[in-house]
């Protein structure tokens, strides 16, 4: 694509071109080379480096000699440049080796990849992709141009909304894990409930949503979840929340709209959590958290022979506070 | 199913009926809805509840004009109710499109779902369910009544017990995490040991379970796994405990019988934990644990604002208790 | 094999022997039985010990009539011994029942399981084997020796080194977590760059490494990383690292050369961590740590009604020390 098209369809102001270039390809600035274009969030990045990209996207005009686009956002221009450069994989058709089981209603224009096993009574949007390797459990319904990546899970009865994303190795709909007491053995407690994933979410690879004992589990629309996070039974997720890498939540928590779970946090059972609640890095929560707060307890490591002695002290708090006293 | 038929399998005390009803579903006290039965715990979750089931379970009479089945325990009665309303899947059958090796015993009335792979010398028992896409290696032995979700798989010489269940996601048996140096590099130890389940473990999705070096890493009967659990190679984990979800237990521990480890739990390598310990979520575990204690080291997350302020003076404290002195 | 060819194998020298013995297996000490071999890392462990092997490996001669092999090292001979007894799996040949799509270049000696996808435009080294179930995306490249497991995906346009060896449920390239805010709504950031998986990397089970959003995620040569780690978008791992189970570590952090990430440590975004860094088990890291150093903030289980105590006077630290002033 020429420059001078990106300028266009990013409606920015070209500066610097002599003569119309071809881009190629995109890049971070320190990676980007000759063909390649790139962007400047902030001039401070700029200090002591070497560009050697043909183009880059600025919101001020730089003190550089190559060709540039000057643009309010050059961040999200850049975003939107990806989305042109690098279309989305044109898949369709479903293969002769999947195995389509009776009662299935497949909609137009969908993809259902090798190996992929859809049981009774499923319904399928249009447009939707399932990659190879999947397995969609009975009466699952998965709503339009939902993205399903290869070797996920869809246990029975799960309802998957629209523009869902489901990265690799997800498990969707898991039995819970409940047990109760019956002479000294765990007994199971049978979980029959169902999961709701609504539409626009976005769920990482690896990551495990269980179904509910016998009501729903519900992630609610524009959420987005990273990889290896567990979502326990019952649970809800309020709106365009980010639940971050490797979070755990236990069972029946109820997580507001505009969260922010950060990596590693840990959400004990039967938990409220407000509206626009941050809760920073590897924190625990063991009590409701009121809305609109930032929350922690996370540590920072610091060297281990100091970190030691902190502990040291730590621990002998509670003597040493009552001999003060 | 009648309402008068219910109260009769569950040995209850059926009052308020005028007619007998319907019962088509079961749902949580604040979902359930006409056609639907319920159950309450205790008296006290009424409080300000609009209830909608057409019946429910209670302990004692409520004052309530709804139908309602006494019994000594709602909330177990709630839950053969649940085995009673929601059989089994029926599966049954060897597909054709999975793929048996030769040398393979496989008991009677099993199933084996498409696209599941079970290599040479494998032994499975009557009953066992092996769902779509799974991967069983060689001279693995599966016991009688054993379900295994989809896209699990199970490396080579594991034994997996009678009545386990194993969800998808699940990888049995890979390596260990192991090496030694030479020449200030990392080479790796050679797992040859094995995996062994034994009868009534569950295992949750996406749990993996490592081999051991040359002898045995052993999930004892009745022990409950939840999903994304690491147990490492060589581990030894008692009966009838209950791992919760993101805990992970280092090489060679050896867990006692009846011990809870909370979620997100690790556990040092070597470490042995007593019978009927408890250890609270998030904690660390880095020295043995003596039997029947309860055990934590996990933070409760506060406003970062006030945490700041704890943080600042912890890692102070080798300095002010300096002072102090 | 008989006990004098063991010997000879390690160059060790042989004691105690009366007549030769068939060796049949190896075990720990605590293990092993007739007809298997163990080995004594150091004497301390034997005491109280009943030792029911035919041969021990041992640095110094024991003062038991059990036969025995003086070596160096005991325990990399035993390594040794585990190679020689238990070679590799013969797995050979393209299964019929996998799904090799056009334009795919594949070496020689190459093992392709049942119900494999190979997308278009992927390369294959020779000897490379790839169990069943597992998804290789568009163009992605895998050199000579690789092992790749059962249900492992990688998406497209990955790089995959030699000697690698990636276990069962990894999925490699998916989409790192990356969003801007548009009216409100979460937008996702499209992720096009690579995986490059360096050569003599390990990757434990269920382990996820995202894609870059335009660049690379790294994982340099000689790398190993356990089960159940996270490593987000745009990371760099240097070589000879190890990362053990349960590790995250989020987007674009730069992690050294043979530095140690213990179990459950979290590393913030855009870190850089120097080489030969040691960080303790469960620990946080929010800054960047120096070259060479040992770094911790993991706490340690102790008494639950203890650890309670330290707690209540921990997040009165503030108002305590105020006080005292």
């Known amino acids: 694509?020429?420059?001078?098209?990106?300028?266009?369809?990013?409606?920015?102001?070209?500066?610097?071109?002599?003569?119309?270039?071809?881009?190629?390809?995109?890049?971070?600035?320190?990676?980007?080379?000759?063909?390649?274009?790139?962007?400047?969030?902030?001039?401070?990045?700029?200090?002591?480096?070497?560009?050697?990209?043909?183009?880059?996207?600025?919101?001020?005009?730089?003190?550089?000699?190559?060709?540039?686009?000057?643009?309010?956002?050059?961040?999200?221009?850049?975003?939107?440049?990806?989305?042109?450069f690098y279309p989305e994989e044109e898949k369709a058709g479903i293969s002769k080796k999947a195995s389509i089981s009776e009662n299935v209603e497949i909609g137009e224009n969908v993809y259902i990849g090798e190996f992929t096993v859809i049981e009774e009574g499923v319904k399928i949007g249009s447009s939707v992709k399932i990659y190879p390797n999947c397995y969609i459990g009975k009466n699952t319904v998965i709503k339009d141009n939902t993205v399903i990546y290869p070797n996920v899970v869809i246990y029975r009865d799960a309802v998957i909304g629209k523009n869902v994303i489901i990265h690799s190795g997800c498990v969707i709909g898991a039995d819970g894990f409940g047990y109760y007491q019956e002479n000294g053995k765990h007994k199971k407690i049978k979980h029959v409930g169902k999961v709701i994933i609504e539409d626009d979410v976005e769920i990482g690879a690896n990551t495990t949503i269980d179904r509910a004992m016998v009501d729903e589990t519900v992630i609610k629309k524009g959420t987005k979840i990273d990889n290896l996070v567990m979502i326990a039974h019952n649970c809800e997720i309020g709106e365009n929340s980010i639940i971050v890498s490797q979070v755990g939540i236990a069972g029946s928590c109820k997580?507001?709209?505009?969260?922010?779970?950060?990596?590693?946090?840990?959400?004990?059972?039967?938990?409220?959590?407000?509206?626009?609640?941050?809760?920073?890095?590897?924190?625990?929560?063991g009590k409701n958290l009121e809305a609109g707060k930032v929350y922690g307890s996370g540590l920072q490591a610091i060297e281990w022979s100091k970190w030691k002695k902190v502990m040291f002290y730590l621990y002998k708090l509670p003597e040493i506070i009552k001999k003060l006293k």
Do not use: C, W
């Not at 959400?267 to 920073?280: F, M, R």
């Open 1 to 84: 694509m020429k420059l001078s098209q990106i300028a266009q369809l990013l409606n920015g102001q070209l500066v610097n071109l002599r003569e119309d270039i071809e881009i190629r390809g995109l890049k971070s600035i320190n990676k980007a080379k000759k063909g390649e274009i790139t962007f400047v969030a902030d001039k401070k990045y700029l200090k002591d480096l070497q560009i050697n990209a043909s183009a880059v996207l600025t919101k001020e005009k730089l003190d550089l000699e190559i060709p540039q686009i000057i643009v309010d956002n050059p961040q999200t221009s850049f975003y939107r440049l990806i989305d042109i």
């Open 255 to 285: 997580i507001g709209k505009n969260v922010i779970l950060a990596g590693q946090v840990g959400v004990a059972d039967h938990i409220t959590i407000g509206d626009n609640v941050i809760v920073t890095a590897k924190s625990g929560v």
